[in-house]
């Protein structure tokens, strides 16, 4: 059993930043890439970033790119999520994903585990 546990949401205002945290934990995880996703009320749940176990391979939706960074801990159990420049559209449930397959993908189905979601308000 894999556990994911996010962290760092809140409230903050448009423009500002926040750095989300993803924990995850038990002993079926391995050399899994990790992602990010979310959901804001009334929509969709949209994919946000993924990376692979190492970090060569990173990717971005279009609506994030060039404000959001992923990254991996050294321990490689943990992934963040760096939001700078943030908007009101921003705002939704975070959730983090992993998956014991060998390649990160965008597709949210392709995830096995999931964590409980933290929300990100935006204020305008």
């Known amino acids: 059993q894999v556990h994911l546990v996010e962290s760092g949401g809140g409230l903050v205002q448009a423009g500002g930043s926040l750095r989300l945290s993803c924990a995850a934990s038990g002993p079926s995880f391995g050399n899994w890439p990790m992602a990010w996703f979310r959901q804001a009320p009334g929509k969709e749940q949209e994919f946000v970033s993924t990376?692979?176990?190492?970090?060569?391979?990173?990717y971005y939706a279009d609506s994030v790119k060039g404000r959001f960074t992923i990254s991996r801990g050294s321990a490689k159990n943990t992934v963040y999520l760096q939001m700078n420049s943030l908007k009101p559209e921003d705002t939704a449930v975070y959730y983090c994903?992993?998956?014991?397959?060998?390649?990160?993908?965008?597709?949210?189905?392709?995830?096995?585990?999931w964590g409980q979601g933290t929300q990100v308000t935006v204020s305008s």
């Open positions: 990376i692979s176990w190492k970090g060569g391979y990173i």
């Open positions: 994903a992993a998956d014991p397959s060998p390649s990160p993908v965008q597709d949210a189905p392709q995830y096995q585990y």
